[in-house]
C-alpha cells in the first residue's frame, strides 16, 4: 500500500536510501513538493530489469518553479518529475 496520498507534501532525501536506486537527479534532492499521483508499484515487464529490487511505489511529484530556483518567482511554472517512495518524506 502507498505511505503518501495526492496532494500530501513531501521532501525529496538528500541521501540515496537504497545504494541500487540512483534514478533521483541531485537538482531535486532536499526539496520540497506534493505528490500530483500515485502510480503504485511497478509491475511492467519490460521494466523488470530495473525493479528487480522494491524501491516502493511510484510518484509523480510536483515542484514549484519558486522552489526549484530560488529567488525566481514564476506563478504558473511548475515541474513534474516520477519518484519512487523510498527517495520521498513526509513533510
Not at 536510501?17 to 509491475?43: Q, W
Request: aromatic share 14%; proline share 5%.
Amino acid at each position: 500500500m502507498a505511505e503518501f496520498q495526492e496532494h500530501d507534501k513531501i521532501r525529496v532525501r538528500k541521501e540515496n536510501p537504497l545504494s541500487t536506486n540512483r534514478r533521483t537527479p541531485e537538482y531535486v534532492r532536499g526539496k520540497l513538493g506534493i505528490v500530483d499521483r500515485c502510480y503504485g508499484k511497478v509491475v511492467e515487464p519490460d521494466f523488470d530489469y530495473d525493479h528487480r529490487i522494491s524501491w516502493g511505489p511510484l510518484y509523480r511529484i510536483v515542484f514549484e518553479w519558486s522552489e526549484m530556483h530560488k529567488g525566481e518567482e514564476d506563478q504558473n511554472s511548475r515541474f513534474f518529475l516520477d519518484l519512487h517512495e523510498s527517495w520521498l518524506e513526509p513533510v
